[in-house]
């Protein structure tokens, strides 16, 4: 019984090729989708932490002396001030956690087009074959 044809081998080597070349891509967006997973419970929880900081604000009288984290060391800052900051800080969260579930909306719709791509292959292949 003779080998494999010359055609059929290339047909074998190319799909070989294409199977690798996803596996890789979809190991690379996994990582990268977890990656983004976590940034975005990090950002929540800065958020939560905000949002707790600033209930806690509220329950002092407005002329309360209270001290904003600046770095690794605290400087005096007037309740309003304070406020604002953690604002800022929601606000910016808010927005970081919007352009990462955008990035994550297109690694996943790369991914789908990649495993359409790859099946589309396969079925021209076995047309052939």
């Known amino acids: 019984m003779a080998g494999k044809s010359n ?3 290339a047909v074998d080597m190319e ?21 983004s997973d976590a940034q975005i419970e990090t950002l929540k929880r800065t958020k939560q932490h905000s949002l707790l900081v600033e209930k806690e604000l509220d329950r002092l009288p407005e002329n309360t002396r209270v001290y904003e984290g600046v770095g690794r060391m605290f ?8 406020k604002k900051t ?42 052939r074959g």
């Open 7 to 9: 055609q059929t081998i």
């Open 15 to 35: 799909l070989k090729k294409a199977f690798q070349e996803l596996q890789g891509k979809l190991i690379a967006t996994t990582q990268q989708l977890k990656l």
């Open 75 to 82: 400087m005096l800052a007037g309740i309003p001030e304070v």
């Open 86 to 127: 953690l604002e800022m800080k929601m606000k910016a969260a808010d927005s970081k956690i919007k352009t990462i579930e955008g990035s994550k909306a297109y690694l996943e719709r790369n991914m789908k087009e990649s495993e359409d791509s790859l099946r589309e292959l396969i079925l021209t292949k076995q047309g």
